[in-house]
Nanobody, 123 residues
Framework: QVQVVESGGGSVQAGGSMILSCAVS????????VAWFRQAPGKERKVVAS???????YYATSVEGRFTVSRGNAKNSLYLQMNSLNPEDTAVYYC?????????????????WGQGTQVTVSS
């Protein structure tokens, strides 16, 4: 059983940076992806970025050039580095694991979700 635990989040002023962490456990496959979704109040949950074990990362147009996904040496630690944040980035951010990896990642293939963490960007 795959488990995903997020950490990080909080508040930051526009133009600032923040990093989110994601710890994934309970998986054995070497082919997988860890995606980052966000959901603002009244909005749909949308993918913003994804790390792939077998390919280059994916970034939504809205965050490309500002956000970076990476994996730690332990391989079960994933990170989302967010730079040049603006108020439109305010949302609950979710880390998610999948072994069927599409580009962009599909909600339908997510096997385990993190609990979500609030990111608030003030102007």
């Amino acid at each position: 059983q795959v488990q995903v635990v997020e950490s990080g989040g909080g508040s930051v002023q526009a133009g600032g940076s923040m990093i989110l962490s994601c710890a994934v456990s309970g998986f054995t496959t070497t082919h997988y992806c860890v995606a980052w979704f966000r959901q603002a109040p009244g909005k749909e949950r949308k993918v913003v970025a994804s790390f792939y074990s077998h390919n280059n990362p994916y970034y939504a147009t809205s965050v490309e050039g500002r956000f970076t996904v990476s994996r730690g040496n332990a391989k079960n630690s994933l990170y989302l580095q967010m730079n040049s944040l603006n108020p439109e980035d305010t949302a609950v951010y979710y880390c998610a694991f999948a072994s069927i990896c599409l580009e962009p990642p599909s909600l339908a293939h997510i096997e385990a979700w993190g609990q979500g963490t609030q990111v608030t960007v003030s102007s």
